[in-house]
């Protein structure tokens, strides 16, 4: 079955207490994105890779850190949480160069940051 | 003033209702728009595409009006099992070879029995 895998599911932690978000795709895409959703202000894109080994921040990237050496995964790494973090993070893949464009997203991971 | 913006809702309304979301986008380069739906705590799903012709899935049509920079989603004849928030997505390029993805806030439906 084609999918976005993400682990965990949900999050509880304390601030400063480094964490990393696995993500992983069996669709063979090259684009991949995290976003983070909080009510009112919709999905909001982290960090994106295009390819492997090449990644670029996308509009709220403070705080996280992101790789992308192989092409199905694609972690999300908190060095320092805090709790203005404290989100539902999705972490989406789709191909590249198509025109339509869809996403395909992750269950998603609900992060509290204490 | 939010790239994409959509009236949050909610819209609540009875089971057989015809409903109709708009949303505007800012960007004039906007190339391609989409309609998400997400149920609640769930991962966004596409819905359909958006055609400047307009195009229509069963029960559902869209509009793309690109001289107002306006998109429309009717839903026909409500089921209890459209009750979701609905996104309106625009794909936008920036320059180079970078296509973005935007995303409204979405607008809430509950339909009612």
């Known amino acids: 079955e084609a999918q976005v895998t993400q682990n965990p599911r949900y999050l509880i932690t304390v601030t400063g207490k480094k964490l990393t978000v696995t993500c992983s795709q069996n669709m063979n895409h090259e684009y991949m994105s995290w976003y983070r959703q909080d009510p009112g202000l919709g999905l909001r894109q982290i960090y994106y890779s295009m390819n492997v080994e090449v990644t670029d921040k996308g509009d709220v990237p403070e705080g996280y850190k992101v790789s992308r050496k192989e092409k199905r995964n694609f972690p999300l790494i908190l060095e320092s949480p805090s709790p203005n973090q404290t989100s539902l993070y999705f972490c989406?893949?789709?191909?590249?160069?198509?025109?339509?464009?869809?996403?395909?997203f992750g269950p998603g991971t609900r992060l509290t940051v204490t | 003033r939010k790239e994409v913006e959509q009236d949050p809702g909610p819209f609540n309304v009875p089971e057989g209702a015809t409903v109709a979301f708009n949303c505007t986008y800012s960007n004039s380069a906007s190339q391609s728009f989409f309609w998400y739906r997400q149920d609640c705590r769930k991962e966004p799903k596409l819905l359909m595409s958006v055609y400047s012709s307009g195009n229509e899935d069963g029960r559902f049509t869209a509009q793309l009006n690109r001289a107002s920079q306006y998109i429309s989603l009717l839903i026909r004849d409500s089921k209890l099992s459209d009750s979701a928030t609905y996104l309106c997505v625009v794909n936008t390029r920036y320059g180079g070879a970078t296509n973005k993805l935007i995303f409204g806030t979405g607008t809430l439906l509950a339909v009612q029995p």
């Open positions: 989406a893949s789709r191909p590249a160069g198509t025109r339509g464009y869809e996403q395909y």
